[in-house]
């Protein structure tokens, strides 16, 4: 799964279960996961090259 697809079946997951997206964690390492870091409450970047947190600080590493 990949991009935007890791959002949607994030989201698919919270309204199934009744779960605030807002109280969800992800983790990414690719800039195609940034839809689904921006889904969730807590999104956090692991082993980037620090570019992509310059321009996303809702996304935390």
């Given amino acids: 799964m990949i991009g935007e ?5 994030i989201l698919e997951y919270c309204v199934r279960n009744g779960v605030d997206p ?3 964690i992800a983790f990414g390492d690719h800039e195609s996961d940034l839809p689904m870091l921006e889904a ?3 999104g956090f970047w692991v082993r980037t090259s620090g570019e992509i947190e310059q321009h996303r600080p809702s996304v935390r590493t």
């Fill in 22 to 24: 807002a109280d969800c």
């Fill in 40 to 42: 969730v409450g807590g």
């Fill in 5 to 9: 697809n890791k959002a949607y079946a």
